[in-house]
């Protein structure tokens, strides 16, 4: 038996596909969104609608976060997918993408489809998975790529592990390219950035903190658009920081080499200085950067240079993070804290609403083939309303994540979350 039908009216509805920002009106059955109106009530509803009045909050696609880390498997005191798929649905992402540097490591098919079906059984938010590029995140090996997209993997990395080999890197994409895969690889030069915790200047130094130089990212990202050019295979510059690595990423654009690029939305909110007197909640990998990076980085997403915004959630427990600064683990946190983050931008940052739910919902649905990320008649109903106004404060102690370590705690954000829904089911909110 089919669940009633379900109308929101007296929306702002933001659409990215029509790009349209404005009052609106919208019908989901069966799971898939039935109808849109370009005006705040609908007439001659039948008595079986459940009617949601939004009172002029937005309704929006859900957020798609290509960049998540969990515990599981291997490592469950982190996150497992439960809480990670609960800490989504509270954060208004219905659709994210597991990294694969899991133990084991997510580099065969069975690994793919274990994933997939573990999700699948919780049932809360629509989990897609990256597979390895080399067996292991090794760098050495090339892992079972056709067999893996098959199994549904729907991008391949090695996370925060460079693949140095060139050869080893040329052949991923090439065979990626054969099947029309992703491939995503975060540059930096292993060897530059070797035990750096932060970014080379005068504060780094002042804290004594062993730092990396920007241009390791350059380095690598130079010999990334090179491989990316003469195989034409389709690649994800993953997590740019730096203002240099934006003109090499501009120039191989302007060539016509298919390279996109995410930012997370900690580089686009921090810079170096939020460090501050060691705070390890900020020890994140890549390093935070100066101003001049992370304003670079706004303007890019204004631009449409970087395409994608990511959570980059990485949880990490106390005890990885109550230690002294080079020694705690890097990341954080950033599920649940997603969009009302993203929303700064738009509040405090200038940039156009439509611009910002974009590059967290059609842009990365597009790039890895979902049919999400847009308000139009027969997409799937993955929604998420939210007060866009409403202030709200950051407890990290309260956020659904296993692990706690969130950036944002203790921040003044705007933007609460009223009800998430996936596949025309409500997961969060009433």
């Known amino acids: 038996m089919s669940a009633r039908p379900v109308a929101f009216i007296n929306a702002r509805l933001v659409d990215p596909e029509s790009r349209y920002d404005g009052p609106g009106a919208l019908v989901v059955q069966d799971g898939a969104i039935a109808e849109v109106f370009r005006r705040p009530s609908i007439e001659n509803l ?61 580099d065969e098919p069975a690994m793919v489809d274990f994933v997939i079906h573990r999700a699948r ?14 067996k292991g995140c090794g760098g050495q090996r090339m892992a079972e790529l056709g067999l893996m997209a098959e199994a549904g993997a729907v991008y391949f990395t090695d996370v925060d592990k460079p693949i140095v080999d060139s ?4 052949r991923v994409l090439a065979y990626a390219k054969a099947f029309d895969r992703l491939v995503a690889h975060r540059p930096h030069d292993p060897y530059l950035s070797a035990g750096a915790v932060a970014t080379s200047g005068e504060f780094a130094s002042r804290l004594g903190l062993p730092s990396v130089p920007a241009v390791a990212e350059r380095i690598m990202l130079e010999r ?4 990316a050019e003469v195989t034409g295979a389709r690649l994800l510059v993953d997590q740019i920081t730096t203002a240099d690595a934006l003109e090499s990423l501009a120039r191989a654009r302007a060539k016509g080499v298919r390279a996109s690029a995410s930012a997370s939305i900690n580089h686009l909110s ?65 599920l649940e804290t997603f969009l009302p983050a993203l929303l700064v931008l738009h509040h405090s940052g200038g940039l156009p609403l439509i611009d910002v739910i974009t590059a967290a919902t059609l842009a990365p649905a597009r ?42 705690d203790r921040r003044r954000l705007q933007g609460r979350i009223r009800l998430t829904m996936t596949g025309g089911r409500v997961v969060h909110g009433a």
């Open 270 to 334: 921090f810079n170096e200085l939020d460090i501050g007197d060691y705070r390890t909640f900020y020890r994140l990998d890549p390093p935070l950067r100066p101003e001049t990076d992370r304003q670079a980085l706004v303007d890019a997403v204004a631009s449409g240079l970087v395409e994608v915004i990511v959570s980059a959630h990485a949880p990490a427990p106390a005890e990885d993070k109550r230690l002294p600064f080079a020694e705690a683990a890097p990341g954080a946190v950033g």
């Open 46 to 106: 039948s008595a079986d609608v459940t009617v949601i009045d939004c009172d002029g909050s937005m309704l929006a696609p859900g957020l798609v976060d290509l960049r998540v880390k969990t515990g599981e498997p291997g490592a469950e005191p982190k996150e497992t997918l439960k809480s990670a798929s609960r800490a989504a649905a509270a954060g208004g992402v219905t659709s994210f993408v597991i990294q694969p540097d899991t133990d084991p490591t997510v």
């Open 224 to 227: 990334d658009l090179g491989l």
């Open 367 to 408: 790039m890895i083939g979902l049919k999400c990320g847009r308000l139009t008649a027969g997409a799937p109903a993955d929604l998420v309303l939210c007060d866009i106004g409403a202030p709200i404060l950051i407890d990290a102690e309260k956020l659904l994540s296993k692990s706690k370590n969130s950036p944002f």
């Open 167 to 170: 050869k080893v890197f040329r």
């Open 121 to 134: 059984d919780i049932g809360l938010v629509n989990v897609c998975v990256a597979g390895a590029a080399t």
